[in-house]
């Protein structure tokens, strides 16, 4: 994902989802972008899907602690 452009990358993981909506990596790389793009709710519905699917994937747990983190709710 180019860091200088989430809207971009959102789209295209977006699209790839379209395409292969179990793959739980491109779930947690769209948490990424959504934490980038600070909608924290969003990611943190991204993040709980890629585990959804694989449970033990650590790209899906840091992308959950991430998502929780962006909440700022301490």
Known sequence: AN???PQDALT???RALALEP???DFHAL????LVDL???GDAVKAS????RIDPDSDLALTARA???LSRQEW
Not at 48 to 51: F, G, Q
């Open 66 to 68: 991430a998502a929780f």
């Open 3 to 5: 860091q200088n452009r």
């Open 22 to 24: 179990e793959m739980a």
């Open 48 to 51: 709980a899907e890629a585990l």
């Open 30 to 33: 769209r948490a990424f972008v």
């Open 38 to 40: 600070r909608r924290s």
């Open 12 to 14: 295209t993981i977006d």
